[in-house]
């Protein structure tokens, strides 16, 4: 395992971090491998400020803004998720019935159909 920073293009911007294993490939038979991203390289003291772990931009105002307005209808989307789900519980039920009173009537039909020949 080898810690490899890499600047962008330019010479500008932050210095990244990341986490590299070598391995080999036997279909390949070559040297291959993997990079985990560890996060951004601090300038002035050379440590490696560690990234949140997930993925995407981070939270902003915009995000912030939404998400506190969202939090007082929250509570009624989720009651009505929870029924919509339960109401297609219910039809996947019937439908179930429905499908396997189908499957033993063409079994019924098939095996006529072959006394028949």
């Known amino acids: 395992m080898a810690i490899i920073y890499r600047k962008p293009k330019g010479e500008a911007g932050p210095t990244y971090a990341y986490d590299s294993i070598s391995y080999w490939d036997k279909d390949l038979k070559q040297p291959r491998s993997t990079r985990k991203y560890l996060g951004v390289v601090d300038e002035a003291t050379g440590e490696i400020i560690p990234s949140s772990g997930r993925r995407g ?3 902003g105002t915009k995000e912030e803004k939404n998400k506190e307005s969202s939090d007082s209808s929250s509570s009624a989307l989720l009651a009505a998720k929870d029924r919509e789900i339960l109401e297609l519980k219910e039809e996947i039920a019937i439908l179930k ?5 189908y499957r033993d009537l063409l079994q019924k039909i098939h095996t006529i159909s072959q006394i028949e020949k």
């Open 57 to 59: 931009r981070r939270s």
């Open 97 to 101: 019935k429905e499908n396997r009173l």
